[in-house]
């Protein structure tokens, strides 16, 4: 096998979080989790067809033309056989593959100051929730109602999971805190793959919110898309403000 000029996978470590979501995408095993970040093993397991671009939530996957060893199937044959699987995120979290949930587990409440307990249900039908981690082409999001939550809404408003998780897909983000440069790109080929009903934007009162409503809205207008587009604003004390 020589070396010759042709496509082949590259990685932006800057914009890679070590997810593992691109690995099983890749089903030559050319791509592993290495210190934290999704590394190219070999070049001569790359078959730069890019089936793996899709699968990464930051966009930190793309082809580009250079010259590398030549593409050996009997090597890649070799080589599967001996892969591991993908290592969760460097801090620790498990489950970052995507994947559909079934709720309606049962957690029981307390009695308090004379009150009886009573059921209540989870309504989340999907991992992970997180925007930077999920998928733009996961199977759930076809056709679905998609809800972005900003982070703090899931503690400030008591009934989120009634009035706004049950039967819809959910994006949860910062925009103070999370780098919502990628966000824009992601959200655009989310909303132009999917084929969205509708999207609603639930965010707190408070002025580092307001920023995740003009995201989704570039995000809407770079896709082209006519998708129904909705603004809900919690205030701090739990009650909507407008919807």
């Not at 210190?35 to 580009?64: F, H, N, Q």
């Not at 979290?93 to 709720?103: D, I, Q, V």
């Amino acid at each position: 096998m020589g070396k010759a000029k042709r496509n082949i996978i590259k990685i932006d470590e800057d914009k890679c979080n070590g997810c593992g979501v691109c690995v099983p995408g890749c089903k030559e095993g050319a791509l592993q989790i290495i210190d934290g970040k999704a590394r190219l093993v070999s070049d001569v397991y790359c078959d730069g067809l890019g089936a793996c671009l899709g699968e990464c939530p930051r966009g930190a996957l793309t082809i580009e033309e250079r010259t590398a060893e030549e593409f050996d199937e009997a090597a890649v044959e070799k080589h599967i056989k001996t892969v591991k699987e993908p290592k969760p995120l460097a801090c620790g979290c498990p489950g970052t593959m995507a994947k559909s949930l079934k709720p309606k587990v049962k957690v029981e409440v307390k009695a308090e100051k004379g009150c009886p307990g009573q059921g209540i249900s989870s309504e989340l039908g999907q991992w992970p929730v997180q925007l930077a981690l999920i998928p733009a082409r996961a199977p759930y999001l076809q056709h679905a109602d998609l809800v972005i939550l900003a982070d703090c809404t899931a503690v400030a408003y008591a009934n989120l999971h009634h009035d706004f998780i049950r039967g819809r897909v959910v994006a949860m983000a910062c925009p103070k805190l999370d780098d919502t440069g990628p966000y824009v790109e992601k959200l655009a080929e989310m909303i132009e793959v999917n084929d969205f009903r509708s999207v609603e934007v639930v965010m707190m009162e408070v002025p580092c919110c307001s920023s995740l409503m003009g995201v989704v809205q570039n995000a809407k207008a770079k896709a082209d898309s006519q998708v129904r587009l909705k603004k809900t604003i919690i205030n701090l004390e739990g009650n909507i403000n407008e919807g």
